[in-house]
């Protein structure tokens, strides 16, 4: 879990119905995490001990690279303590607050450790997926929705719907990887001696997925999974007065941020270059990158700050561009805001991000490894031209987003989660989750296709 997924999550619980008493449970495994505020309605309960586990986890492997070069006894020392790690919240031995005798819903991430559902069992709370990603292979699961692993892309596999046998085979793995994380309560029973009914493997049930069917390609869905993306904006706060100062300078403004990439370290000195000297060239155009790191030489067209309101500034109307990573939070704000992107995806979703953007012709996927002035300057060009097609599809979006609040057909949360909390577990699986969803280990983990992989590899190697 990283500090966006958080923000998803208090988004959703803060539209919880009065009266409500919210608790911000985590087990952080990053500092970024640990330290990651709370909503001021919120009481935070944070346990520490996941974290030291994962410090002393990254100290042994420090460790075995100076003295043992990785030997296989050292792997197979950080591999006890990788799994003692997935499962020590599973122990239900952290001081909990009393009042989780009385909670009636856990809001969980479906990417956060698969013993936040042992602990909702424990309080006999029900569970909500909120899924701050786009990550079919859990989704579907969660929801009790088939997932045709021969177009749905995963997260690991950025391609589109018309893959290549290749690319295929890639997919179906690279869902059976997230699944196995499904295993982690199984893995706990046998460790801890609490009720077997509290690690049973996890059922079906209501899913919130921070996704849109105007920005996702086609995928089966059941009534149990609701978008949430199109939420009305809140555009809370202004922007600072340095870059108030700024854009009155300028008539058209472009915001870089590539927030987890570059928040914490510093990009490659030869992106600096290419992103600067390509920004001198566009003397009437301001941009403004979120960097914290100072730089020599700058542009008088360009400021560099540390933090900025994103959504204010995306809701300016001479906001024309939005050069990003591709994280999701990013790009559906972009797409609330009608801004097309030039987006540069560095890890994990990012990259079905990207050809998301690509497929829904709001912005032009630029590769970080061979990204030049040349090619950075004609993607500014192209998107920058007012009567571009990529400015006219992301004031499309932005109209399509906008109808759909306007006349109420977007998810409205707090209605969802009161009906949810009334409704019995048994009318909920009857009536949301259809009959034949659970269709045993074999379709469930591609088993049938993984053989057939394995097979045909064995007789072309053998």
């Not at 890890?347 to 030049?372: A, C, Y």
């Not at 009567?387 to 949360?413: C, G, H, Q, V």
């Amino acid at each position: 879990m990283s500090p966006s997924h958080l923000d998803v999550v208090f988004n959703v619980a803060e539209k919880y119905p009065l009266p409500k008493e919210i608790y911000d449970i985590r087990w952080p495994a990053l500092d970024s995490v640990f330290s990651h505020p709370t909503r001021p309605s919120f009481k935070a309960v944070h346990f520490s001990s996941f974290m030291k586990m994962s410090k002393e986890l990254k100290q042994k492997a420090d460790e075995s690279a100076m003295e043992r070069s990785g030997s296989f006894l050292a792997l197979i020392e950080m591999m006890g303590t990788f799994m003692g790690m997935l499962i020590l919240p599973c122990s239900l031995e952290d001081k909990y607050p009393e009042e989780l005798k009385n909670a009636s819903i856990a809001l969980i991430d479906p990417f956060s450790y698969g013993c936040s559902v042992a602990v909702a069992r424990f309080y006999n709370a029900k569970v909500i997926y909120v899924s701050p990603l786009i990550e079919p292979a859990l989704i579907q699961y969660f929801s009790g929705a088939p997932l045709p692993a021969s177009y749905v892309m995963s997260l690991l596999q950025a391609a589109p719907p018309k893959m290549n046998f290749v690319q295929r085979f890639a997919n179906i793995f690279a869902h059976g990887f997230f699944r196995i994380f499904l295993f982690q309560l199984s893995v706990a029973k046998f460790f801890y001696s609490n009720s077997k009914d509290i690690y049973a493997f996890p059922e079906t049930s209501l899913v919130l997925s921070n996704n849109h069917k105007f920005f996702d390609f086609p995928i089966p869905k059941t009534n149990a999974i609701l978008d949430i993306a199109n939420l009305e904006p809140n555009i809370d706060g202004k922007l600072d007065k340095e870059i108030e100062n700024f854009v009155k300078n300028f008539d058209q403004i472009v915001l870089i941020s590539f927030s987890t990439y570059s928040n914490d370290g510093k990009l490659p000195p030869k992106l600096y270059s290419v992103f600067l000297n390509t920004f001198r060239r566009f003397t009437k155009i301001g941009f403004i990158w979120r960097q914290k790191e100072e730089l020599d030489s700058n542009p008088k067209n360009v400021l560099l700050v540390p933090y900025i309101n994103q959504r204010a500034f995306l809701a300016h109307p001479k906001a024309k561009l939005l050069i990003t990573h591709c994280g999701l939070n990013s790009v559906l704000e972009a797409l609330n805001a009608g801004i097309p992107m030039i987006g540069i995806p560095t890890m994990g979703d990012q990259f079905p991000n990207s050809e998301r953007i690509r497929h829904s012709s709001i912005g032009i996927i630029l590769n970080l490894h061979t990204l030049s002035e040349e090619t950075l300057k004609h993607s500014l060009k192209k998107i920058l031209n007012s009567e571009s097609f990529f400015n006219k599809s992301a004031k499309k979006l932005k109209e399509m987003f906008e109808f759909e609040r306007n006349n109420f057909l977007s998810t409205d949360i707090p209605r969802v989660l009161a009906k949810f909390q009334k409704m019995s577990a048994d009318v909920f699986q009857r009536f949301y989750i259809p009959k034949g969803s659970k269709s045993g280990w074999i379709n469930s983990f591609f088993l049938d296709h993984i053989c057939v992989f394995v097979i045909f590899i064995s007789i072309f190697v053998f």
